[in-house]
T-cell receptor
Framework: NAGVTQTPKFQVLKTGQSMTLQCAQD?????MSWYRQDPGMGLRLIHY???????DQGEVPNGYNVSRSTTEDFPLRLLSAAPSQTSVYFC????????????FGPGTRLLVL | DAKTTQPNSMESNEEEPVHLPCNHS???????IHWYRQLPSQGPEYVIH???SNVNNRMASLAIAEDRKSSTLILHRATLRDAAVYYC????????????FGDGTTLTVKP
């Protein structure tokens, strides 16, 4: 299993540009999530999904959109990038349930100029 | 959802035991206590979890208070590779996909 994969590893955007961060998992997990981590801070939940076709907002959803058309993929779209969105973005997946492990991808470093 | 409280930072000497505390005074009966750690420039990784009884695995031990309002992650012999941010989170069957992480405890291991 490749686990949770994220692309790209690093991206530089100009203010106002849009882009999509890709996330895929091959573990047949129902639950997927996007987090952002600012320097020296913990992870904050952006959006999450409990299955294909079902998404919901987390703690900091503004400026981001998600969709879940398949179990495997959970892309995160930045609609109009702002310098405040400079961060490291992590995607995670889990089977769900209180005992299940949450698996994280390697992260995407985003710099918005 | 119940929240957890952890110290911002802790220090340890190499090859000595480390006890990382976590308070979760509003924990519910269905919440499992999970610990994750994040090595520099990596995503978080699972360490251990438990419900009521103490748990051991190859990475660490988890000691859970009898009233479940606090827990302690124990690294029996800290190594330099254990330097990381350690997160204590609560997870149940309804919040599995939307776990929130606080700022965690930054563990520094001194040689």
């Amino acid at each position: 299993n490749a686990g949770v994969t994220q692309t790209p590893k690093f991206q530089v955007l100009k203010t106002g540009q849009s882009m999509t961060l890709q996330c895929a998992q091959d573990m047949n997990h129902e639950y997927m999530s996007w987090y952002r981590q600012d320097p020296g801070m913990g992870l904050r939940l952006i959006h999450y999904s409990v299955g294909a076709g079902i998404t919901d907002q987390g703690e900091v959803p503004n400026g981001y959109n998600v969709s879940r058309s398949t179990t495997e993929d959970f892309p995160l779209r930045l609609l109009s990038a702002a310098p405040s969105q400079t961060s490291v973005y992590f995607c995670a997946s889990t089977l769900g349930g209180g005992t299940e492990t949450q698996y994280f991808g390697p992260g995407t470093r985003l710099l918005v100029l | 959802d119940a929240k957890t409280t952890q110290p911002n930072s802790m220090e340890s000497n190499e090859e000595e035991p480390v006890h990382l505390p976590c308070n979760h005074s509003t924990i519910s009966g269905t919440d499992y206590i999970h610990w994750y750690r994040q090595l520099p420039s990596q995503g978080p990784e699972y360490v251990i979890h438990g419900l009521t009884s103490n748990v051991n695995n190859r990475m660490a031990s988890l000691a859970i208070a009898e009233d479940r309002k606090s827990s302690t992650l124990i690294l029996h012999r800290a190594t330099l590779r254990d330097a990381a941010v350690y997160y204590c989170i609560l997870r149940n069957n309804t919040n599995a996909g939307k776990s929130t992480f606080g700022d965690g405890t930054t563990l520094t291991v001194k040689p």
